[in-house]
């Protein structure tokens, strides 16, 4: 496996990394359809590599734009899908900065200029591109893979308006350098055209039975139903059970203190923390389970949704839940949910048309200086409290049989 990476990321004496490139596949240790937790455990592996690294996302509204994780030594980013957070595009702005290897061939670095001469040499025949004459930007296309080249102004008459002979050469001998490389995958080729990657290029269907964004289904006060595993995991259930139907859980801790119980209207005494209550955490599921110390029995979910901009983000897999307040009759069946459901994409404003007015809200701090994102706010309803972002998204909910 060490050897695998090494070949995958090499550095060049002048500086610049060597990433091998895979046509509709991705580059490097980058795959098109992974979920962003595991882009960052690569990064994380290589940190001499990948030291300076930025996430970018619109915090107001995290679901508008894509999630990207970009390299400026590097010149290439990752473009996540807000929603399912799986990388949908990868594109190389800067192509000086990157040396990409095909095969045995090397393109792109400051030592070989990745020219449309180079491109066509090393990557064979192709269709005709398409010029935009907006842009002035010849883009050719290849299976899950595209090249843009930027056409100077006298010359865009060598473009035909839509379409130019290959290989493209200008009148005074010259050919075009890349100015972006762009890897997605194949299947959307037929989709995509000219500024149409970014907003159309999507990420590769998941195989059949996969767990990732499996929808876990919740009536409030009940159970949860996982709808690809077909689990059916009720309070009161025991740590047995769950090994049972989840497996090994990823980590296991104790409830220290239980933060809230100082405004709970029960007869809830500072000793209940002696029981020992302890977690399950399902990191790659987005779930933590809670399991009462004294009698052993799930008293509480807690469900993530991985939203950037709070404190947790990256430590879990987004949770694709459906919750069903105790008024909907919901049916536990696929593709039931409607506006009377609260799933990771409702904001606060409307779990308060579904579930009325609950009151003021508890402030959680998380810690002022360790938490860069600032507070987040508690409010609780019988059976369930959210935990919600300034931007009103919600960033986990807790789920509890009262």
């Known amino acids: 496996m060490l050897q ?45 590599i990948y030291d300076v690294v930025h996430v970018k996302y619109i ?18 980013h990752l473009r996540f899908d807000p929603w399912s957070q799986r990388l949908r595009l990868i594109e190389v702005f800067d192509v000086k900065r990157l040396q990409m290897r095909y095969a045995t061939s090397l393109i792109g670095g400051p030592s070989s200029l990745a020219t449309f001469l180079a491109v066509y040499a090393l990557f064979g025949p192709t269709f005709a591109g398409i010029y935009d004459k907006d842009r002035e930007v010849y883009t050719l296309f290849y299976p899950g893979l595209s090249f843009a080249f930027p056409i100077p102004t006298q010359y865009k008459d060598c473009c035909h308006d839509v379409e130019a002979e290959l290989p493209l050469e ?61 689990q059916h995991i009720p309070f009161g259930a025991s740590p047995q059970d769950v090994w049972t139907e989840f497996g090994r859980p990823c980590g296991i801790h104790q409830k220290q203190v239980d933060q809230m119980v100082i405004h709970s209207t029960s007869d809830l005494r500072p000793q209940t923390t002696l029981w020992g209550d302890y977690f399950y955490n399902y990191f790659t599921r987005g779930l933590d389970i809670l399991f009462d110390g004294k009698t052993h029995k799930i008293k509480k979910f807690v469900l993530h949704t991985n939203f950037p901009g709070h404190a947790d983000f990256n430590s879990y897999v987004k949770c694709n839940f459906i919750i069903y307040s105790s008024n909907v009759g919901a049916h536990f069946e696929e593709g039931n949910a409607s506006k009377n459901c609260i799933t990771p994409s409702t904001k606060w404003e409307q779990v308060k048309e579904i579930l009325g007015d609950c009151g003021r809200a508890a402030i959680q701090t998380q810690g002022s200086i360790n938490n860069p994102f600032g507070s987040t706010f508690v409010y609780g309803y019988q059976n369930v409290a959210f935990e919600v972002m300034k931007n009103g998204y919600i960033a986990t909910v807790t789920l509890f049989h009262s």
């Open 4 to 48: 695998r990476t090494r070949r995958r990321c090499e550095s060049t004496a002048m500086g610049a990394i060597v990433l091998d490139l895979r046509p509709g596949v991705g580059i490097g240790p980058f795959t098109l359809g992974m979920p962003i937790c595991e882009a960052f455990s690569q990064i994380q592996q290589q940190p001499n």
């Open 170 to 230: 200008f009148p005074d001998g010259t050919t075009p350098v890349t100015c972006r490389v762009s890897i997605y995958d194949s299947s959307n080729d037929g989709k995509v055209g000219v500024g149409s990657l970014m907003n159309k290029a999507l990420a590769p269907p998941l195989p059949s039975g996969d767990l990732y964004m499996e929808e876990v289904h919740a009536k409030l006060g009940e159970e949860l139903w996982f709808t690809v595993g077909g």
């Open 59 to 76: 915090d107001e509204e995290p679901l508008k734009l894509d999630i990207v994780i970009s390299f400026p030594d590097h010149g290439f």
